[in-house]
């Protein structure tokens, strides 16, 4: 009821809209122009149990001008998966403040993910640690994880938290049941990694949040990491993931080294061996 009396007359390009005074539209004007029965439009107002389709909501939506975050808010509101976000910075892109947020957060490493958990941005020590855009590693989180060679001989707790990766992924599906971006990744990893298809059976789920990482570097040893998922309220399509060296070690320090020029010199040594 708030956003139809936000709308004008006018604006809606009602035929005596510069002659009405009356601020706002009508239920019968925002019915007509959404092309939906005046009836069921007060139904949608007053919250019953009505049946309701995201074509109906986009109409409806469109007609009281809704932004991006109040059209989510109407689907929620409707009990629908809400959409994700449009405009510049949505699909596969990444908005520049955003990928300033993870290179500040240097010399730890960050990523971005989108909602299918595929790496859209990463810092270079990232890419250093966990080898997020090295040829050959899967840009999805979750395959990585499962069939990244490199990364699971690095990881000491791997097999602990595998279980808690995908009760995690778990999670982030439930949040759009039927999403067919999910059920792709399910497949393709199912498909990549037996360990995957085992674990995903169990049914567990977890909401997301920290993961402690033990990485064995090559150059610099062992690396203690607190993993952080973080939501962007202005991206909600984007999880954030920060890793903070676990206090009490010397992880910051070897950090420090390894993303400096004489670190980086070492790392593009220890890989021409190891290839």
């Not at 859209?120 to 979750?142: F, K």
């Not at 995690?168 to 995957?196: I, K, L, M, W």
């Not at 990482?213 to 962007?232: C, D, M, N, W």
Request: aromatic share 8%; net charge negative; proline share 7%.
């Amino acid at each position: 009821m708030s956003r139809r009396a936000r709308v004008s007359p006018a604006e809606a390009g009602l035929p005596d809209g510069g002659r009405r005074r009356t601020p706002g539209l009508r239920r019968e004007e925002v019915a007509v122009l959404a092309g939906v029965g005046a009836s069921w439009y007060q139904w949608l107002e007053q919250g019953r149990n009505i049946t309701v389709s995201p074509q109906v909501l986009d109409s409806v939506a469109r007609v009281l001008r809704l932004d991006g975050a109040e059209r989510r808010h109407l689907y929620v509101l409707a009990g629908l998966n809400p959409p994700l976000p449009q405009g510049p910075d949505s699909g596969t892109g990444v908005g520049d403040g955003l990928q300033r947020l993870i290179d500040a957060w240097m010399p730890f490493p960050a990523h971005i993910m989108d909602p299918y958990w595929n790496t859209i941005a990463y810092n270079d020590a990232s890419h250093l640690v966990l080898g997020h855009g090295q040829e050959g590693v899967s840009l999805n989180c979750m395959i990585a994880f499962f069939t990244d060679r490199v990364y699971r001989a690095r990881a000491r707790n791997w097999a602990r938290n595998a279980p808690a990766v995908v009760a995690q992924f778990r999670a982030a599906c439930s949040e759009r049941p039927g999403d067919e971006g999910y059920e792709e990744v399910v497949r393709a990893a199912s498909q990549a990694s037996q360990e995957f298809a085992e674990l995903w059976a169990l049914g567990d789920v977890q909401d997301g949040g920290q993961i402690q990482k033990e990485i064995e570097h090559p150059l610099v040893g062992a690396l203690y990491f607190e993993s952080t998922q973080l939501r962007v309220p202005a991206r909600p399509d984007l999880t954030v993931v920060l890793h903070n060296p676990q206090p009490a070690t010397d992880t910051a320090a070897k950090l420090e080294w390894l993303t400096s020029p004489e670190g980086r010199r070492g790392g593009m040594y220890s890989v021409a061996l190891s290839g």
